[in-house]
Nanobody, 127 residues
Protein backbone atom coordinates (compact mmCIF):
# COMPACT_ATOMS: atom_id res chain seq x y z
CA UNK A 1 0.00 0.00 0.00
CA UNK A 2 1.19 3.51 -0.81
CA UNK A 3 0.08 6.72 0.85
CA UNK A 4 0.76 10.04 -0.87
CA UNK A 5 0.63 13.40 0.90
CA UNK A 6 0.96 16.67 -1.01
CA UNK A 7 2.07 20.01 0.41
CA UNK A 8 3.31 23.39 -0.75
CA UNK A 9 0.21 24.86 -2.31
CA UNK A 10 -1.21 28.26 -1.47
CA UNK A 11 -1.95 31.69 -2.90
CA UNK A 12 0.56 33.33 -5.22
CA UNK A 13 0.55 36.25 -7.61
CA UNK A 14 0.86 35.80 -11.35
CA UNK A 15 4.49 35.47 -12.35
CA UNK A 16 5.44 33.95 -9.03
CA UNK A 17 6.67 30.48 -8.12
CA UNK A 18 5.69 27.60 -5.90
CA UNK A 19 7.19 24.20 -5.22
CA UNK A 20 4.83 21.36 -4.48
CA UNK A 21 5.98 18.28 -2.61
CA UNK A 22 4.49 14.81 -2.45
CA UNK A 23 5.79 12.50 0.24
CA UNK A 24 5.23 8.79 -0.17
CA UNK A 25 5.02 5.96 2.31
CA UNK A 26 5.48 2.60 0.68
CA UNK A 27 8.12 0.26 -0.63
CA UNK A 28 7.62 0.66 -4.37
CA UNK A 29 8.32 4.39 -4.60
CA UNK A 30 11.51 4.26 -6.59
CA UNK A 31 10.35 1.89 -9.32
CA UNK A 32 7.12 3.39 -10.57
CA UNK A 33 5.94 6.26 -12.68
CA UNK A 34 4.92 9.27 -10.60
CA UNK A 35 2.92 12.20 -11.88
CA UNK A 36 1.18 15.44 -11.02
CA UNK A 37 -2.38 16.07 -12.09
CA UNK A 38 -4.59 19.08 -11.52
CA UNK A 39 -8.29 19.76 -11.48
CA UNK A 40 -9.83 23.19 -11.72
CA UNK A 41 -13.35 23.78 -10.51
CA UNK A 42 -15.85 22.47 -13.02
CA UNK A 43 -13.20 20.84 -15.18
CA UNK A 44 -11.84 17.36 -15.62
CA UNK A 45 -8.64 16.27 -13.95
CA UNK A 46 -5.70 16.64 -16.32
CA UNK A 47 -2.12 15.48 -16.36
CA UNK A 48 0.52 18.13 -15.76
CA UNK A 49 3.87 16.38 -15.46
CA UNK A 50 5.06 12.79 -15.26
CA UNK A 51 8.34 11.19 -14.24
CA UNK A 52 8.83 7.72 -15.62
CA UNK A 53 10.72 5.02 -13.73
CA UNK A 54 13.60 5.42 -16.21
CA UNK A 55 13.89 9.11 -15.50
CA UNK A 56 12.13 10.43 -18.60
CA UNK A 57 9.78 13.34 -18.05
CA UNK A 58 6.62 14.44 -19.81
CA UNK A 59 4.74 17.71 -19.55
CA UNK A 60 1.42 19.08 -20.66
CA UNK A 61 1.85 21.68 -23.39
CA UNK A 62 0.34 24.34 -21.14
CA UNK A 63 3.16 24.04 -18.59
CA UNK A 64 6.20 23.21 -20.72
CA UNK A 65 9.09 25.50 -19.95
CA UNK A 66 7.48 26.68 -16.70
CA UNK A 67 7.07 23.53 -14.57
CA UNK A 68 9.70 20.98 -13.61
CA UNK A 69 9.07 17.57 -12.07
CA UNK A 70 11.73 15.84 -10.02
CA UNK A 71 12.10 13.44 -7.13
CA UNK A 72 14.38 12.57 -4.25
CA UNK A 73 14.36 8.81 -3.80
CA UNK A 74 16.09 9.00 -0.45
CA UNK A 75 13.33 11.22 0.89
CA UNK A 76 10.61 9.42 -1.09
CA UNK A 77 9.43 12.81 -2.23
CA UNK A 78 8.19 13.99 -5.59
CA UNK A 79 8.41 17.68 -6.45
CA UNK A 80 6.79 20.05 -8.88
CA UNK A 81 8.59 23.35 -9.31
CA UNK A 82 6.16 25.84 -10.81
CA UNK A 83 7.51 29.10 -12.21
CA UNK A 84 5.93 31.97 -14.13
CA UNK A 85 2.56 31.00 -12.73
CA UNK A 86 -0.58 32.17 -14.48
CA UNK A 87 -4.15 32.57 -13.21
CA UNK A 88 -5.16 29.62 -15.38
CA UNK A 89 -2.84 27.42 -13.30
CA UNK A 90 -5.27 27.79 -10.40
CA UNK A 91 -6.33 24.25 -9.49
CA UNK A 92 -6.18 21.51 -6.95
CA UNK A 93 -2.96 19.63 -7.60
CA UNK A 94 -2.68 15.91 -6.99
CA UNK A 95 0.24 13.55 -7.09
CA UNK A 96 -0.28 10.00 -8.25
CA UNK A 97 1.62 6.74 -8.54
CA UNK A 98 1.12 4.39 -11.46
CA UNK A 99 0.03 0.84 -10.65
CA UNK A 100 -0.80 -0.45 -14.15
CA UNK A 101 0.53 -0.02 -17.65
CA UNK A 102 3.94 1.12 -18.74
CA UNK A 103 5.89 4.08 -19.99
CA UNK A 104 3.43 5.05 -22.72
CA UNK A 105 0.57 5.24 -20.22
CA UNK A 106 2.80 7.21 -17.87
CA UNK A 107 3.82 9.75 -20.50
CA UNK A 108 0.22 10.03 -21.69
CA UNK A 109 -1.14 10.70 -18.18
CA UNK A 110 -3.54 7.75 -18.55
CA UNK A 111 -5.55 8.24 -15.37
CA UNK A 112 -6.90 4.64 -15.05
CA UNK A 113 -3.33 3.39 -14.73
CA UNK A 114 -2.64 5.50 -11.64
CA UNK A 115 -3.89 3.57 -8.64
CA UNK A 116 -2.62 5.73 -5.79
CA UNK A 117 -3.60 9.34 -5.31
CA UNK A 118 -2.98 12.00 -2.71
CA UNK A 119 -5.65 14.27 -1.26
CA UNK A 120 -4.45 17.30 -3.19
CA UNK A 121 -3.07 20.75 -2.45
CA UNK A 122 -4.74 23.94 -3.68
CA UNK A 123 -2.85 26.45 -5.80
CA UNK A 124 -4.48 29.83 -6.38
CA UNK A 125 -2.85 32.32 -8.74
CA UNK A 126 -4.13 35.87 -8.67
CA UNK A 127 -3.67 38.40 -11.46
Amino acid sequence: QVKLVESGGGPVQAGGSLRLSCTSSGSTYGNVCMAWFRQARGKEREGVAALNSDGRTSYADSVKGRFTISKDNGKKTLYLQMDSLKPEDTSMYYCAAQTLGGSWACSSFARPTFGYWGQGTQVTVSS
